[in-house]
């Protein structure tokens, strides 16, 4: 029988005011669009909201693939809706945000795997105020080739397109030490991501490369360390850590919280490492503290 943890008195929801919060729901409900702040029910919100950060979530509401750690729907993606980059964009003005967040679902049934999202909604953004910072947090891109090789361009070139539009970083998730990737993970794997982010590096060194793993999936410490160690090693800058909290019943089960103090600790450790920027911490999410 699955062993159910009780939620730790250190995990405390922040509080919104209410007001503030329902403006900047009803204006994503009425958009059109999509963010992982809502989509996610992030317990950040009413702190990011409030500071001028939210992260928007291209290509529809539904994913080609299946994480089984993720809230986000998994099905048949939806038809791309072209007007989407606009009305990010328009969202964006209306909010006022100073710094912005772009990921997009897998869109694993698109020729270019939905880097063209990215890319549009960029160039909408800069139409509209061009001193925004952009984020992109992105799929692998992984996919499409004949052959191993002919993948591994194509993800080189759906890369190189989005980083020519010279967003301020360039994040890419690995979520969980290597041993859990096939169960956490579909689609993704710990290779292809880490290529992923030390092929940005070698692309664009200017451009901040960042990652981000969840703990509490069953992960042992001396793992998270190495996972540490290999984003070191291909000169990742920026890294975040944070507590996996379990969306319903129907996604993976939290195998431990992980005490404050070890997230500190953690915090140490990559800090010690030469990290520019490291957040750790229970509610810490990927995009947490962003700008
Ligand atoms: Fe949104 Fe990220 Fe902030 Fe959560 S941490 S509210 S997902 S910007
Ligand atoms: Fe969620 Fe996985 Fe789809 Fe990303 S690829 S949106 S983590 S299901």
């Not at 958009?31 to 409030?50: G, M």
Request: one cysteine or more.
């Amino acid at each position: 029988k699955e062993k159910i943890l009780r939620l730790p008195s250190w995990i405390k929801f922040p509080i919104s005011k209410a007001s503030e919060f329902e403006k900047i729901q009803t204006l994503i409900k009425k958009s059109n669009i999509h963010t992982i702040c809502e989509e996610a029910r992030c317990p950040n919100r009413a702190e990011c909201y409030a500071s001028g950060t939210a992260t928007f979530l291209l290509g529809g509401s539904i994913c080609s693939r299946s994480c089984a750690f993720c809230q986000v729907n998994k099905g048949r993606p939806s038809p791309i809706n072209i007007d989407e980059c606009t009305q990010v964009a328009e969202a964006v003005k209306v909010l006022n945000l100073k710094y912005v967040v772009l990921t997009s679902v897998a869109r694993d049934d698109l020729p270019d795997h939905g880097a063209n999202l990215f890319i549009s909604t960029i160039d909408e953004i800069r139409k509209i105020d061009s001193t925004i910072k952009i984020e992109v947090l992105t799929p692998d891109l992984w996919g499409g080739g004949k052959n191993l090789d002919e993948t591994n361009n194509l993800q080189t070139e759906r890369l190189k397109m989005i980083l020519e539009k010279d967003p301020i970083c360039f994040n890419h998730n690995l979520e969980t030490v290597e041993r859990l990737q096939k169960e956490v993970r579909r689609g993704a794997n710990y290779k292809k991501s880490l290529s992923l982010l030390e092929k940005s590096k070698d692309i664009a060194p200017h451009i901040q490369t960042k990652s981000g793993i969840m703990l509490g999936l069953g992960e042992t410490l001396d793992e998270i360390k190495n996972t540490i160690y290999d984003l070191k090693k291909i000169d990742c800058d920026q890294i975040t850590i944070g507590q996996y909290l379990r969306p319903s019943f129907n996604h993976l089960a939290v195998k431990k919280y992980w005490d404050p103090s070890e997230f500190q600790y953690l915090y140490r450790f990559s800090k010690e490492l030469g990290f520019k920027k490291v957040s750790s911490g229970p509610l810490v999410r990927s995009s947490y503290h962003a700008g």
